[in-house]
């Protein structure tokens, strides 16, 4: 059974850092690429940063270059965001997901809330 288990996220005030954690089981997590995403209310989900199985290239979405930084341990299991910088418009349900490459299937995450505000 695979599972997506996310940990950090809360309320923060603008300009301040988060970290998001995300647990993998039940899947060889080190041939997975991972991703995170946010949805804020009322708008579709959006990717926020990807992370590929093999090398660790990144891809980060233009309103969080340069502020946000994902990253994983394969020998944890684990994938991160560090959100720097942070503002209200960062503001969504933030979920981390993994697809096999070329499999167009994720799993998700949970999701966490994060809110930015004074």
């Known amino acids: 059974q695979v599972q997506l288990v996310q940990s950090g996220g809360g309320l923060v005030q603008p300009g301040g850092s988060l970290r998001l954690s995300c647990l993998v089981s039940?899947?060889?997590?080190?041939?997975?690429?991972m991703g995170w995403f946010r949805q804020a209310p009322g708008k579709e989900r959006e990717t926020v940063a990807t992370?590929?199985?093999?090398?660790?290239?990144?891809y980060y979405a233009d309103p969080v270059k340069g502020r946000f930084i994902i990253s994983r341990d394969n020998a944890k299991k684990s994938v991160y965001l560090q959100m720097n910088s942070l503002k209200p418009e960062d503001t969504a349900v933030y979920y981390c997901?993994?697809?096999?490459?070329?499999?167009?299937?994720?799993?998700w995450g949970q999701g966490t809330q994060v809110t930015v505000s004074s």
């Open positions: 997901a993994a697809e096999f490459p070329g499999s167009q299937h994720k799993y």
């Open positions: 039940g899947l060889t997590f080190s041939s997975y690429d």
């Open positions: 992370i590929v199985w093999n090398r660790g290239s990144t």
